[in-house]
């Protein structure tokens, strides 16, 4: 059920991002990881990354391949560097596209989104909610796969809500057409981190100067937080606030 990480601290490469932390890195749960719950055995369809130049809006680099597989890790994401990271390594749900597209960070202006997890009886759950979006969203939605469907829903509603409201209101919408469904979101705009823990695995770690959250822990530094079910959180260096998910605003 793929894999998330959002890094916010000082500066350190986008490989390091990716690599470091030994067995627990987000590299090693490509092929490893050690609480999928049930979702699948390895993320080994496609990775990808977003970091943020200082002011600017981020830059993504993605790959359909097994990260594993990509000398760019090694290469030339060692040679860029910032203080706020997203990325991601995808175990395909079954029947969806197998594409470049397809896996995230979906990014757009400042905001970088991914997905850990599965839209229940997709794609016939959702054509309700779809109803909703301008037929032009639709027809450009990045990939034809539950996450980037969730991923146009919640960009529509960043421009109207503050983050933590725009994912509550999203997941409370997907959560009432499809009850069962598996929806871990990670969002950032590269100075905060917007994350929920619905029916999948969620960690978050914060002290003074670093905050990164992440579907299992990716380090063996003291003090991973097991974020609960149905929880959402915000973080950022010396900042966590976590909520329930079902907690009016
Ligand atoms: N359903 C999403 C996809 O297919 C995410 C998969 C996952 O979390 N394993 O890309």
Known sequence: MCRHLGYLGPPRTVADVLTSGGERSLMTQSWAPRDMRGGGTVNADGFGAAWWPVGREPVVY????????????????????????????????????????????FTDGMWA????????????????????????????????????????????????????????????????????????LLLSDGTGLWASAVSHSLTVRVDESVAVVASEQVDEEEGWLVVPDRHLIEA??????????????
């Open 62 to 105: 993605r790959n359909p391949a097994p990260i594993w597989s990509d000398p760019a890790v090694d290469g030339v994401l060692g040679e860029v560097s910032s203080t706020a990271v997203v990325a991601a390594v995808r175990s395909a749900t079954v029947g969806m596209p197998l594409t470049r597209e397809a896996c995230a960070p």
């Open 113 to 184: 989104l991914t997905h850990n997890g599965r839209i229940d009886g997709w794609p016939d759950s959702m054509a309700a909610l779809a109803e909703w979006l301008p037929a032009v969203e639709l027809l450009r939605l990045p990939a034809l796969t539950d996450s980037a469907l969730l991923w146009t829903m919640v960009r529509r509603r960043l421009d109207t809500e503050e983050p933590g409201e725009a994912l509550r209101s999203v997941l409370v919408d997907v959560l009432e057409a499809a009850p069962q469904s598996r929806l871990n």
């Open 236 to 249: 950022r260096p010396g900042f966590l606030v976590i909520t329930e998910l079902e907690a009016s605003a």
